[in-house]
């Protein structure tokens, strides 16, 4: 009697304390991934962006077959011609999408082309039909396009250009360069950002001291002045490609601290905690440390904060090439397409020249909310 | 009692006004305060005792009304210099007919094309009613050109013949002359100029800046307060002619600046002393005051179109005329379209200089530059970017030269693709890649860079037009735009294979205006820029001509050089033309393209229709902006 200590010796079922229904176990049986998958679908506007943006990239893919014409195809007797309106019912009577061709008039007194829908010349579009030919990816010929008109007539559903060039069918070709600068801009201050802030974090030291002076150094540069000196450094005589790349490096190269701040402090936090002292304790080395155990901790939310800066490129190009300064024609960008916009004339005669501000306004935003999806899934407890 | 005086004021001006008109000389109401206070003197003294009559007739120019301000939208403050292209008083002027004759100066004779002498107007005066007499010419050649320490950067190049200088001789007050040992035919279009030759300078004036006339330690006592090196640049600074950045520096222009840089609006007034009259011998300008706003150049549009400028045409596009015709109602403007007098508005320039050595063979080749020339579509340029209103023409001068010949502008200018790829197969590129690209002798593909200066829409909308045009005849072109700095030095370096920019600068020539666009003479010329160094340097640089078409069109230059009557001029100029459209040196478009020029409604005695061009017109010199008048 003297141990008084009481052990019961029915079997425990912790179940019956809490009951867990087979949906709660699940959620904590889930391995992260699923956590994060889950906290993101809960975001409807995050997912809505997330199916847009994919949508777009694939867009960029297949430009050749998804623009009515190819990029450089212009027909110069229609230049400066409004949208076309898209129709399906003529004369009360349904048959299929179909516009109104344009009759041309020179107005000498105005200098300007009028053109006027003609109600008795129907122009029907054709879907999965042959256009323009092309090389598809540059490697196959072929002239499949989603959309023509059936007709030697040409139809504009954005408007066409001072040359007569099919405003949507270069958007198109445009996203090509505009959306894919923003993801190789990434790619470096990404792999910048990782490898400096890395290293001040897990070195601390006279090595953090360091990078922390070069990321002040570089934020509190005015980034467009810099811009703009940066790209009237680069010499005339590069090709486009030349100059894409170095646009892409030169924001790249700007971009970079954010990253590295915030895979600092990450790192200054977790290289305390137990299983990276065991680590070390086991002689791996920092390479091992830092790659295998400590970045994927944070990897949610490198993608995170990647996915906001990404429209700061897309902007960054936009803007060079609306200044003048990064591509030129005849490389077809929206910045490019935005430049030609430029004219006083036309926003008040020819306000379709400014449609590319659309896509623009659309892919920065679908941006914004998918990365702030991702960033509140990335954290799946919080 | 404001109220009162200014109605007893203007009884009196009234009073005056009759009294004075009776008399045949109304004063100007603007400056009959200042007469009426015997701070001026009365018109007829202000005036020269023979002023120069404006014949309103030839130009079907109105008799008009002083008063009111114009106003002029300019991109920087370094227009001010437009002014005096506008103005247009000169020594010696182009008339509405470009011969060139006595303005400033009341005669003038040249004896055996070497020999200038000059008479001023007598009592004719400058701004400020100091006499102007051979003096302020005797200022600028003795105490400025020739001086040790001002005249170092050499006698101008217009006042050199073989490397020779003038004699300068003053025969009385009036009168003064230039003597060279050989003719000097570039004297006098420099004198007429745009961008003149300024021979003469407000002696009076100068002089309280100038070393030899006034104290040195004095003198550089204030070029230290002025922030200048010393008194030689701060009398530089005070002198300049041209860009009249000084408001206390007497003029002889219709107007004067009255506001000192940097500012954004510059106000100049009315020269009272100013030497042109109309029939009646009214004293010109009629308009009071020209007001000069500095804005961004991008907004010049716009602005114009919202009705903030009376007359406008400097930065303003042919693509800005359907927004001007939109705003013309609303803002009491009319936009009319003046033709731009250049020999081609955009014009391509093998360069025959060009370092790569496959490629300068090909270029030299006249038969590659005549196939270039047949291969572009001028009536689908025309139809695109100038809606069908310009000429198809080669890069010569325009039918409203009295040298204009149809040949000129239509040699090797039709569209013909069969003749142009019989050209090029027959000068040996006739292998082709199986995408129809041409190869060169070495193998390479014709694959050619046009590049340009990237200053306007226009140029690379034409571009792409001839992109298009030369994928017919199997030649790939890149088009490359950088500044136009890099742009030229590229070009004279040999690296550029085409150039693009616009035609001949003076495409309604005479005779007596200097033919050096059309022979290798300068670096500038983007076709032969080391050949036009070479005979522009004296041998100095550059590299010497190899090629006979272009060694005639230099000995063509020389020979007008020494010409000394006219027709021997007319006779070469018509030949270097001829070789010029022959050779095909540079490939035109279109040229008589349209300016548009933008004129309040009330403005009056601006022409209907101009020429608009840097010279010989000097854009609206010769038109005499000092005749125009508002009609309020």
Redesign the interface.
Known sequence: MSDSHYVNDQPFDPKSIEVLTPEQEAIYLAPQKKLIWWKFKRHKLAVASGIFLAIMYLMTVFAEFLAPYSV?S?N?DY?LAQPHDVNFFHNGEFIGPFVYGYDKE?D?????RIYTPNKDRVVKLNFFCSGDPYKFWGLIDADNHLMCADMEEPVYLLGSD???RDMLSRIIYGARISLTIGLVGIAISFSLGIIIGGLAGYYGGWVDVIAQRLIEVVQSLPTLPLWLTLVAIMP??WSQVAVYFAITIILGLIDWTGLARAVRSKLLSLREEDYVLAARLMGASPKRIIGLHLVPGFMSHLIASATITIPTMILGETALSFL?LGL???TVSWGILLN?A????VV??TPWLIYPVVPVILIILAFNFFGDGLRDASDPYG | MIKNSAKYFFICLFALFTFVSSANSAEIPFLAEKVAADDLPAMKERLPEKPLIVDFEATNKTLGKYGGDLRLLMGKAKDLGQITVYTYARLVGYAPDYTIQPDIAEVFVVGDGRDFTFKLRKGHRWSDGHPLTSEDFRYFWEDMVKHKKLGKKGIPSQMLVDGKEPTFQVIDEQTFRYTWEKPNPSFLPALAAPSPLYIYRPAHYMKQFHADYADVEELERQAIEAKARDWAAMHTRMQRQRRPENPELPTLQAWQNTTPPPNTRFVFERNPFFHRVDPLGQQLPYIDRLTMAVVSK??I??KT?TGEADLQARYLQ??????L??GEKRNNFTTR?WSLGKGSQVALFPNLNANDEVWRKVLQDVRFRRALSLGINRK?IN???Y???AYPSANTVMPQSALYKNEYSQMWTDYDKEKANSLLDEMGLDQRDPDGTRLLPDGRRAEITIETA?ES?EE??VL??I??HYREIGLKIF?????RD??RR?AYAG?TLISVFSGLNNAVATSAMNPEELAPTDQAQLQWPKWGQYSGTNTKAGEPIKMDSAMVQLQLFNQWMLADNDEDRTEIWHNMLSGYAGQVFSIGTVNNSRQPVVIANDLRNVPENGIYAWEPTSYFGIYKPDTFWFDR
């Not at chain 2, 042919?318 to 927004?323: I, L, R, T």
């Not at chain 2, 088009?479 to 500044?483: G, L, N």
Request: hydrophobic share 35%; charged share 30%; proline share 3%.
């Open positions: 450089e212009r110069s230049t020179l000498l007194e105005k200098i300007q001072t040359l007569g005339s005589n003048g030129r024609a005849p030609d430029q004219n006083i004339g008040a005669l | 991008d907004v549009a716009a179109g042919f693509s800005d005329v359907p927004y015709k939109r379209l689908e139809e695109v970017i809606f069908g209103l990237g829409a690379t909308d792409e037009l992109t298009d088009v490359r735009s950088s500044q890099i742009f590229r690296d």
